[in-house]
């Protein structure tokens, strides 16, 4: 079965099945129960294990440079790229007859189930062994992972004795609780946005995409 599937990629195997299956069902799938809550305690978890973790790696390090390894890895894209690598998209629970293939594999969604696992996890067993999941898939010790998309646009302005970009916040979406925001930034005569479940990660969002279209157009 792909539920018994999944949680060998996982090295996990739940002692209660639904609560995996919660974490991987959709709200369009018209169930009584979707990912939302699990995503929203997953985030919260993932969040204190990293910067725990973070704490101790790089103790004597600027607590800026902290701040944004932290941030790229927890951001929506990077979360989706750990998704894949399982191919999660496969197991997602959809209403019946959507465009499962394009639909399952949006970051944002992927991102949010990636989270509801986490969430799903810590519930059926503990702290622990989600401890031992981001060990596995997240490879937090590498210091050379997880460029910092902000930090590569603002040394690449820099090096051409350009303005340094700025960020303006055109749009909150969303509960308070749960918030979307999307950021736009300029730099180089250019312009683009991004998204996130916070300023920072649309920053994040927005740097990477502008430094895409720079590179395009091998400014």
Not at 48 to 53: D, N, P, Q
Not at 136 to 150: H, T
Not at 179 to 204: N, Q, R
């Amino acid at each position: 079965m792909l539920i018994e599937e999944l949680e060998k990629k996982i090295f996990y195997n739940f002692k209660n099945k639904a609560i995996l299956l919660e974490a991987l069902t959709h709200k369009s799938a018209g169930k009584k129960y979707n990912y939302e809550k699990l995503e929203f305690l997953g985030d919260r978890v993932l969040g204190f294990i990293i910067a725990e973790k973070l704490n101790i790696i790089m103790n004597h390090e600027k607590l800026s440079d902290i701040h944004l390894k932290f941030e790229a890895l927890t951001n929506e894209n990077f979360l989706s790229k750990v998704a894949n690598t399982i191919n999660l998209s496969k197991y997602i629970i959809t209403q019946s007859g959507m465009d499962g293939e394009k639909f399952k594999k949006n970051d944002s969604i992927l991102s949010d189930v990636m989270e509801a696992i986490i969430g799903a996890i810590y519930i059926d067993g503990n702290i622990s062994f989600v401890k031992s999941f981001i060990e596995k898939f997240f490879n937090i010790n590498n210091k050379k992972s997880n460029i910092n998309s902000k930090s590569a646009l603002q040394e690449l302005v820099l090096q051409n004795g350009l303005i340094l970009p700025n960020y303006e916040l055109i749009k909150k979406e969303g509960p308070d609780h749960n918030p979307f925001f999307i950021i736009k930034v300029t730099a180089m005569g250019f312009f683009s946005e991004g998204k996130g479940k916070t300023i920072k990660l649309a920053e994040l969002d927005a740097a990477k995409n502008i430094l895409k279209i720079i590179r395009e157009k091998k400014y």
